[in-house]
């Protein structure tokens, strides 16, 4: 069966720092991968979504990037954290025939 | 791009009662998913209902999509403390978003005893 992991589960950060979050996909090939924020009475916005490795496209202009170095990794990252990139960040996954999507545990991002 | 309308916004129901949960869209819904979260966790994958007038259950859960495929309903039937939690409808979105899918603000439901 398909899993999907996410670390780390929580993250406090200062201003400024960078940040790293990763996710993978365990049972599956070729899945579409996608980051999700979530802010408190925002719902969840889309942010990045890939359909292949090192194919990223970002819906959202912002200081966030992503990387997808292999088939089932997809990594989240910022050179300099802003408060405003506070919340709780989901990874998905769904087949490449792209129906239902499958959610991560999710990391609660706390900017300083 | 397509916007989905939740209501209501937070339901607080008595154990064993029964409820509703509305998702409308602004467009012609050709994929509608439902999700439900617990507080501070992922995202549960519910149901998906892709033709007007289609209806599917699973266990207490009933998701209905109308004939005009712009609005769906969520019904839970004698609600339980475990049913409490952030319900989230979801739709397919624009095609430069592959099969990302644009999604609700959500429903916070808490069950009483």
């Known amino acids: 069966s398909q899993t999907i992991h996410q670390w780390p589960a929580t993250l406090v950060q200062p201003v400024g720092s960078p940040l790293s979050l990763e996710c993978t996909v365990e049972g599956t090939s070729n899945p579409n991968l996608y980051w999700y924020r979530q802010a408190a009475g925002r719902g969840l916005q889309l942010l990045f979504y890939?359909?292949?490795?090192?194919?990223i496209s970002s819906e959202v202009p912002q200081n966030l990037s992503a990387s997808r170095p292999q088939d089932r990794q997809f990594i989240l990252s910022s050179k300099k954290l802003l408060l405003s990139d506070s919340g709780f960040y989901l990874c998905?996954?769904?087949?490449?025939?792209?129906?239902?999507?499958?959610f991560g545990p999710g990391t609660r991002l706390t900017v300083l | 791009s397509q916007e989905l309308e939740q209501s209501p916004q937070s339901l607080i129901v008595q154990e064993g009662k029964n409820l509703t949960i509305n998702c409308t869209s602004s467009k012609t819904l050709y994929g509608l998913y439902w999700y439900k979260q617990k507080y501070g966790e992922g995202l549960i994958f519910l149901m998906m209902l892709q033709k007007g007038g289609e209806e599917k259950s699973h266990e207490k859960i009933t998701a209905k999509l109308d004939e005009k495929k712009q609005q769906s309903s969520l019904h839970i039937t004698a609600s339980q403390p475990s049913h409490a939690g952030i319900y989230l409808c979801g739709a397919d979105g624009l095609s430069n978003s592959g099969y990302a899918l644009n999604f609700g603000k959500g429903t916070s439901l808490l069950v009483t005893p």
């Open positions: 890939s359909v292949g490795i090192g194919q």
């Open positions: 998905a996954w769904s087949s490449t025939l792209g129906y239902e999507q499958f």
